[in-house]
């Protein structure tokens, strides 16, 4: 969806406040695919700074169906953002400003979904767990170490010893 920006870009000292409903059904990126299963309307506020320019304010809600990275547990993950950028009018774009990433406006209309893609990027967790603590999987058996111990060996010997460990299975004496 696009929010017409042209009266705020163009007159001093102006504020408008608008909500959007998001039309993002799931977050696609390198890291893979989530489903949005609850999201808020975005609460804009737009306030010129200067000819040209004007600041956007506001917050959205997000709550994304995401696995645990260690037990690959369904786990919800909440998203609360808050943004407050600087755009600006295509005649009033300097040099400088051409090399920031502004792919979100297009002309004077401001491209929500991209806006909001943006934020979520930026806010994106390195790591979703279920809790702090969580064990993940054996990675010999494949069972979840979260709900029961399976009792497999999960002992790894040092590689560094492998020519020694191969003389003692082999029997010979040192």
Do not use: H
């Amino acid at each position: 969806m696009l929010v017409n920006l042209s009266d705020v870009l163009t007159s001093e000292g102006k504020q408008v406040r608008e909500s959007v409903d998001l039309e993002m059904a799931s977050f696609d990126s390198r890291m893979g695919s989530y489903e949005i299963i609850e999201k808020s309307p975005v609460e804009f506020t737009f306030t010129n700074v200067e000819d040209g320019k004007a600041r956007v304010e506001g917050t959205v809600k997000l709550k994304f169906k995401a696995e645990c990275a260690r037990c690959l547990a369904e786990v919800p993950l909440t998203m609360e953002l808050d943004f407050d950028r600087i755009v600006t009018s295509p005649d009033a774009t300097t040099e400088e400003e051409e090399t920031d990433d502004l792919s979100f406006m297009e002309g004077y209309q401001l491209n929500v979904e991209t806006f909001v893609y943006n934020e979520i990027i930026g806010n994106w967790p390195a790591k979703i767990l279920c809790k702090e603590d969580c064990k993940g999987i054996c990675p010999k058996c494949g069972q979840n170490l979260n709900i029961k111990d399976c009792g497999c060996d999960t002992f790894v010997p040092d590689p560094r010893m492998a020519a020694i460990q191969d003389i003692f299975n082999a029997g010979k004496e040192v």
